[in-house]
């Protein structure tokens, strides 16, 4: 049985279309991506939207909008737990014990904090829902540089749109420290959007970057495209994404 709960936390105007699943929120303007998915919980956060996989425990995909007046400089990380989620919808804190010692994870935010600094919901980046076992090798280098380079591409009423997620193969491990099962993500994708004024497509720039991969990888090396990513994800994207060079030159990316 399809059980699919969502939750909205503040009174952000958004549409549902059919049940097939069209989903617009300032979140995701040109569409959200599918959500029945068994078991998934999907959230409306003030600064984002997410939906969590119960199996995983990691949200399948993030999405969020990159707008200058969210900048700031204050960089708390004062872990929580989402409290829309029970306790076997998610991983508690102490199931990262022994994780960077093990495995040389951090705990990589999906939609980074320092793209929300300036605002005053900035502490909900640091729900346990918004992380995900990231490697150091990619967290704080190929990952990290992509999402400073899209800040820094955006002005004041020039926004770029971000769908985020990961990816899982065979071979994917656990936390060494977690009580309940779980799949630690293989790979992440980041597609970096931007919605035309009518909201009927967005430009599109994909990325898909593996945990193995090395700390000296330009971001730009990762560039794929939108076929080759709907190839390995079990959900839908929005139609009406297209693969643009335009994303990529902008993002720096020749």
């Avoid at 704080?140 to 985020?164: G, H, M």
């Amino acid at each position: 049985m399809k059980r699919i709960t969502l939750f909205f936390l503040a009174a952000l105007p958004f549409a549902m279309a059919n049940s097939a699943t069209q989903i617009k929120s300032p979140h995701c303007p040109i569409g959200c991506p599918e959500i029945q998915i068994d078991g998934n919980t999907m959230i409306f956060e003030r600064l984002y939207a997410l939906s969590q996989n119960p199996t995983t425990k990691f949200a399948d995909w993030v999405a969020y909008e990159v707008d200058v007046q969210n900048f700031g400089t204050h960089t708390n990380r004062d872990w929580g737990n989402q409290p829309l989620l029970s306790e076997d919808e998610r991983l508690e804190e102490k199931d990262y014990k022994n994780a960077y010692k093990q495995l040389k994870t951090d705990r990589g935010h999906q939609v980074p904090l320092a793209s929300f600094t300036g605002n005053k919901y900035w502490y909900t980046l640091n729900y346990l829902s918004n992380i995900t076992p990231q490697t150091s090798a990619l967290n704080q280098n190929a990952w990290q540089e992509l999402e400073s380079k899209v800040r820094e591409k955006v002005a004041f009423r020039d926004s770029l749109y971000v769908i985020s997620g990961p990816l899982y193969s065979k071979d994917s491990m656990t936390l060494p420290s977690a009580d309940e099962p779980h799949t630690i993500p293989s790979a992440y994708y980041k597609i970096v959007y931007k919605p035309n004024r009518d909201l009927s497509n967005g430009k599109a720039a994909v990325f898909v970057m593996s945990q193995n991969i090395e700390k000296d990888t330009d971001f730009c090396t990762t560039l794929t495209d939108l076929k080759t990513l709907k190839s390995q994800i079990n959900y839908s994207l929005p139609e009406s994404l297209q693969d643009s060079s335009e994303i990529a030159t902008r993002l720096g990316c020749q």
